[in-house]
């Protein structure tokens, strides 16, 4: 495809402005991984099934590999990069690390950003709200129940702040 | 996953979609949400030359009450759906945004796109068959409006033109004493019902069935008003054996597919009880009980 074919995308990307000039078919988790070289959000299925490659755009979670990246022109996107502060883990990955909320982590950023997104539509979330909120996100290790915990961890955290 | 390559074509307003869409010729699609569209597109099953996308149109996703009427713009997302005041008014209405897929497809999925698409499977067009819905939509030459009854003509097909497209969703508000529910039943979260009911019904004097519809879902080519399960009840008192009937008779009139959901036979076993238990929560509702309803799936 030549460049002229290619198409400019700006946006922000866990606070900084990015752009790259993309096949419009680059979809958005290619761009954050393959353009600006953030390989925390994963592909896992690639199907629009597993939550693997989910991010925040514009305060919400999407699945990364189910959005063109043309289609986030001007967005605010906030990956598993952007979480931390000053090298400060946020509350939400504090919680999943002390309830051994993950075994092979690969679907970790895909949980932390639903769980991020959960908290901030609903700071104490009911067991079946928290089920709700994390049923698009798939994890083939832990069982869930330690992701629940660490669920319930950090909403009792971010309550305190 | 790669989609075959297209060019993209951002409109700034619905004239200017329907032009590009005229200009760019029968290659090309729109897309909204894209839930159902890009993964479409990345198993090669839809290859469109062009997509043209209406996300960036203005005021495209409000949802207001008029007159009556719940207006949802076409690009009202499914999350917002949920959230919104107008979905309290319509409980039927709640269960189905509630509930279609998981959270990141509902804060990207549309209630246009949904019905545009007229996937089989999909959720909207079974729910919204039992109210009183109108699709306004525009293309070149102007607007139209029409009913959702002559919407759908078959599987991933309406009667929506090449260059013609949805640019809002109305809905009447309900009459007194009216309930209903949806019922979808899945594997888990992210994927389609293997079969969904909808009910609505509007009670008379003693328990009475003054009024009612039933639309079977992802059992047939397009959602399925069934009709004769409708006329054991419309009129009659709703006694539970009358209820069976008609869960019986919805049950003849599904025409599932033997699938990875399911067979034939299971299928209609399931729809004839969601049928059931989706008469009995719209009765409920419509005696002014607070039931929770939608789509079910183990975990939840």
Same mark, same amino acid.
């Given at each position: ?161 | ?95 189905? *945004? /509630?509930?279609? !897929?998981? +959270?990141?497809?509902?804060? &990207?999925?549309?209630?246009? %796109? $949904? ?130 009937? *008609? /869960?019986?008779? !919805?049950? +003849?009139?599904?025409?599932? &597919?033997?699938?990875?959901? %399911? $067979? ?37």
């Amino acid at each position: 495809m030549s460049d002229a074919e290619k198409i400019m995308v700006r946006l922000r990307v866990n606070g900084e402005p990015r752009e790259a000039l993309v096949e419009p078919r680059t979809l958005l988790v290619e761009l954050l991984r393959d353009h600006f070289n953030l390989t925390g959000t994963h592909i896992g299925c690639d199907t629009t099934y597993c939550g693997a490659c989910t991010v925040l755009l514009n305060g919400r979670t999407v699945k990364s590999c189910t959005v063109f990246a043309p289609m986030a022109e001007g967005g605010e996107i906030i990956t598993v990069e952007g979480l931390s502060k000053s090298g400060k883990l946020h509350p939400v990955q504090q919680a999943f690390a002390e309830c051994h909320g993950l075994q092979c982590g690969f679907c970790t950023p895909g949980l932390l950003l639903s769980t991020v997104h959960l908290l901030s539509k609903t700071p104490k979330p009911s067991e079946k709200e928290i089920r709700k909120g994390i049923a698009g996100n798939t994890c083939r290790c832990t069982g869930y129940q330690n992701i629940l915990k660490a669920v319930r961890a950090a909403a009792v955290e971010m309550e305190k702040r | 996953m790669y989609a075959h390559p297209f060019s993209y074509h951002r409109a700034g307003s619905l004239v200017e979609a329907s032009k590009l869409l005229q200009q760019l010729g029968e290659e090309a699609r729109l897309i909204a949400g894209g839930q159902s569209l890009i993964p479409l597109m990345k198993m090669r099953m839809a290859r469109p030359s062009a997509l043209v996308d209406i996300n960036f149109i203005p005021g495209l996703s409000e949802i207001r009450r008029s007159d009556g009427q719940l207006r949802f713009g076409a690009l009202a997302r499914h999350a917002d759906i949920e959230a919104s005041d107008a979905a309290l008014l319509i409980p039927i209405v709640h269960d189905c *945004a /509630a509930g279609i !897929a998981d +959270v990141q497809v509902r804060n &990207q999925g549309t209630i246009g %796109g $949904s019905l545009a698409e007229a996937d089989p499977s999909g959720d909207w067009g079974a729910v919204l068959l039992t109210l009183d819905t109108s699709v306004r939509c525009s293309r070149p030459s102007g607007e139209r409006t029409i009913a959702l009854d002559d919407f759908f003509k078959d599987a991933y097909t309406t009667v929506l033109g090449h260059d013609e497209l949805i640019s809002e969703i109305i809905v009447k508000q309900l009459v007194k004493n009216s309930g209903g529910a949806y019922l979808a039943f899945k594997r888990s979260a992210p994927v389609y019902a293997t079969a969904s009911a909808a009910v609505q019904l509007t009670l008379g004097d003693n328990d009475t069935c003054k009024d009612v519809r039933i639309v079977l879902g992802c059992v047939g080519l397009t959602a399925i008003r069934a009709k004769e399960a409708e006329e054991t009840l419309r009129g009659k008192k709703l006694e539970e054996k009358r209820i069976e009937s *008609a /869960a019986e008779a !919805a049950r +003849v009139a599904a025409e599932p &597919q033997d699938d990875m959901r %399911g $067979s034939a036979d299971y299928k209609r076993v399931l729809i004839a009880a969601l049928v059931k238990r989706a008469i009995g929560i719209a009765v409920r509702r419509a005696r002014g009980e607070q039931v929770e309803a939608g789509h079910e799936y183990v975990g939840r």
